[in-house]
Structure formats: C-alpha cells, structure tokens
C-alpha cells in the first residue's frame, strides 16, 4: 500500500509520523510532499498507486487549495491531521470528504490514531503489501 504524506517541511509532526509508519506499519511505502504543487504533481502522475492521503492542516488557504484538487483524491482515503490550535472550521474540512480527522492535543501527540486506521484500511485493502524490488 502507498501513503503520501503532506506536511510543511518545518512541521516536526510531519516528519515523526512519517518515522512512525515506517516503524510500526510494515508494508506501508510513504511518500513525503511539502507544498501543494508536490502533492497536486504526484498525485496526477499516471499510475501513481496511492491509496491513502494524509494531510496535515493549519489554514483555512490551505483547505482551499486542497478543495480546488478534490478530483485527484477520488479513489484515494484522506486523513486529515488538524491543528491543535483549533483555527479551522470543521465544516471547511468535510467538503474534502475524510475518511478520518485528527486533532491532536499537543505537539507530541504519539498518532496512534491515525496508526490504528492505517493498520484498519491495510487490512481491508485487497492489495499485497508494498515490497520493494531491487
């Protein structure tokens, strides 16, 4: 299964759940993107296998930006990671349809979340594990 991850690069979050799937959700192939144009670029790439987004969010631009791309999500689960400052509406946030929200308590949340529901939609995807080929 591939996962891409977007979150600012200065977003120490972003970099400890990236190291957490790799650690604890074997099978897992993660994908890091920094800015919406990354995101919008990977994602519309011809056979690009993503099954699941995870994005973290800290503005209501960046919401608009990722509606303005809704078409590219449609075979592909959004988890969405909100600030634990509470500066989005809710509301702005569902039009992206989530398969799951995130709000963190604080900044060293441990996912275990987020974690949970990969391991589910893992499970429930019919693809073999991502393996790499050397």
Known sequence: MKLILY?????KRGDKL???????AAGIQTVRVSSITELSQT????LH????????????????ELV????????????????PRGNIPMAATLDLK??????????????DDILSVL????S???EQPYQHRT
């Open 98 to 111: 989530p398969s799951f929200i995130s709000f963190p308590d604080t900044e060293n949340d441990d996912f």
């Open 18 to 24: 990236e190291t957490l799937i790799k650690e604890k």
């Open 43 to 46: 994602l519309c790439r011809p």
């Open 68 to 83: 303005q791309l809704k078409p590219v999500f449609d075979n592909i689960r959004i988890i969405l990671v909100l600030s």
């Open 124 to 126: 429930r995807t019919k």
């Open 49 to 64: 296998r993503i099954t699941i987004a995870v994005v973290f969010l800290f503005s209501q631009k960046q919401i608009k």
């Open 119 to 122: 391991r589910t939609i893992q």
């Open 7 to 11: 979150a600012d690069i200065k977003e």
